[in-house]
């Protein structure tokens, strides 16, 4: 069960540490850059966020839209073939 | 493939045809190269690879010592060129180690050893099942002047790729399918990537849109989330669009949707438009089922394709929405399809689909050649391309845009005109 979000382009980094930080505390098993090293700027400012369990991942998606430092976060959208 | 040096050897030549006296003549260490060969690698006796077999060898039995000798001494002997004189060859079993080939290079009377070169087939001829693809023919594809795009790269994400198809051969030039088997049980992505880019014009199966390279990324599971329908792994389906900005890619095809938007999706779709990628996506096979806006199809950076059956109207499944930007053939679409069955397809090798998805390849590929063509263009003028040019069909009741058929259906000659 994953949340992606996006921190906002004039976020310092000690907001988005602190917002990282504090994600083990809401459930997030682990955090990832969704783009590791990338030179795009946008990009760069998007993380994939790990919970445990629907649950904690609506505890996630809770805490970091609230968070001032993102922009939004979210479930990651359901695809299918076609 | 061995050669001795030809002054070492001729010394030991009588005649133009050696006889098995002469041959006893030779020293061992002359031939002591060869012998190593058969010790080692268990290979049988040489023969001469340029010069006439010696007579001595021709259905007589004769030992592989004496074979060897026979050999080196005809390959001298009578060469049908002074500069093909020396050259023997002999079979050695798959996998021998390449030291026995350096032992043999460094045999005093050896001057080259090297295995044959390996070449295949490059057959060239009409491709047989290319009748049956009606959906080249409606675009114009037989007419239009594509130009080589080997160098142009179209991303693929998808269920995955049999990428050693025959007609998906030297295709597939990038497959990323980290965490997940290389197999396609699926088939989708086999499917797709054939309307793309099967080769063209190598007398086996179809052909291909496009002379195209193909960057495939595996974003499905190899069994169905639910039982029966086959979902994105959300995190994957997100990194690879975020991979494909920096791949190199000029078109990137979608064959897949879904209901909800998504920030996330939408700023990745954004960069890859900012990145110079044309994104081509399905419009959606629910129209009898609420015909909802399907993405990312829906998003403006987005080219969105629909599907049209043989006749040229709109297929009944195809949705609908002031979003399309042009529609394409999606009914009875032949494709490739992975050499196995697997758990989910019994279909092998070829087979017709149906679908928006069979429409958006055709778009993608479109969208690569035109920028082949356009090298300094980027996607507002390759999707400004594609509409402009397409056909307009009965259906749009004489407008020049309409939501069933959006700009009406990819005319590939008038794209590349």
């Known amino acids: 069960v994953v949340v992606s979000f996006k921190f906002r382009g004039d976020a310092g980094d000690r907001e988005c540490h602190e917002v990282l930080d504090a994600l083990p505390g809401h459930g997030a098993r682990r955090v990832d850059p969704l783009a590791p090293g990338t030179a795009d700027p946008e990009l760069s400012r998007l993380y994939l966020a790990e919970a445990g369990s629907e649950d904690d991942a609506e505890r996630i998606v809770s805490y970091l839209s609230a968070a001032p430092a993102v922009e939004f976060a979210e479930r990651p959208p359901t695809r299918g073939l076609r | 493939v061995v050669r001795f040096h030809e002054d070492a050897v001729r010394p030991h030549v009588r005649s133009a045809r050696p006889s098995a006296a002469e041959a006893a003549a030779v020293p061992t260490e002359l031939v002591s190269a060869l012998r190593a060969a058969r010790e080692r690698a268990g290979a049988p006796g040489a023969e001469p690879l340029f010069a006439p077999a010696p007579a001595g060898t021709r259905g007589a039995p004769a030992s592989p010592e004496d074979r060897d000798r026979m050999a080196v001494l005809a390959s001298v002997a009578q060469p049908p060129d002074p500069a093909l004189a020396g050259y023997v060859v002999l079979s050695l079993p798959q996998g021998a180690a390449g030291s026995l080939l350096a032992d043999m290079q460094a045999h005093p009377a050896v001057s080259l050893v090297e295995p044959a070169p390996e070449r295949w087939l490059l057959a060239e001829g009409p491709d047989p099942m290319r009748g049956q693809q009606w959906g080249l023919d409606a675009i114009h594809w037989p007419d239009a002047d594509r130009p080589d795009a080997h160098a142009v790269t179209v991303a693929v994400l998808d269920t995955g790729v049999d990428q050693g198809h025959p007609d998906l051969a030297g295709v597939v030039t990038g497959y990323e399918h980290e965490g997940r088997g290389e197999s396609d049980p699926v088939g989708h992505g086999t499917h797709v990537s054939g309307i793309v880019a099967a080769v063209t014009g190598n007398a086996v199966g179809i052909s291909g849109v496009a002379a195209v390279s193909l960057h495939v990324w595996k974003i499905f599971p190899d069994t169905p989330e639910d039982g029966e329908n086959f979902y994105v792994d959300g995190p994957t389906y997100l990194r690879a669009l975020a991979a494909v900005q920096t791949s190199g890619a000029r078109s990137l095809n979608l064959s897949i949707g879904g209901t909800s938007s998504s920030q996330t999706e939408q700023l990745l779709f ?148």
Request: hydrophobic content about 40%.
């Open chain 2, 270 to 417: 954004n960069r890859l438009r900012a990145a110079g990628v044309t994104a081509c996506a399905a419009m959606g096979n629910e129209f009898q089922e609420g015909n909802p806006t399907e993405y990312p199809g829906a998003y403006d950076t987005v080219v969105s394709v629909g599907a049209v059956a043989e006749d040229g109207t709109r297929a009944e499944f195809s949705n609908t929405g002031p979003h399309i930007d042009l529609s394409a053939p999606g009914v009875n679409i032949l494709s490739t399809l992975p050499r196995d069955a697997s758990q989910w397809r019994r279909e092998t090798e070829y087979a017709s689909w149906s679908g928006t998805s069979m429409a958006t390849p055709h778009v993608a590929a479109a969208a690569a050649l035109i920028a082949a063509r356009h090298p300094d263009w980027g996607p507002d003028q390759v999707s400004e391309r594609l509409r402009t040019t397409a056909a307009k069909l009965s259906g749009m009741g004489g407008a020049d845009v309409t939501d069933e058929l959006g700009a009406g259906l990819l005319d590939l000659r008038a794209a590349l005109a």
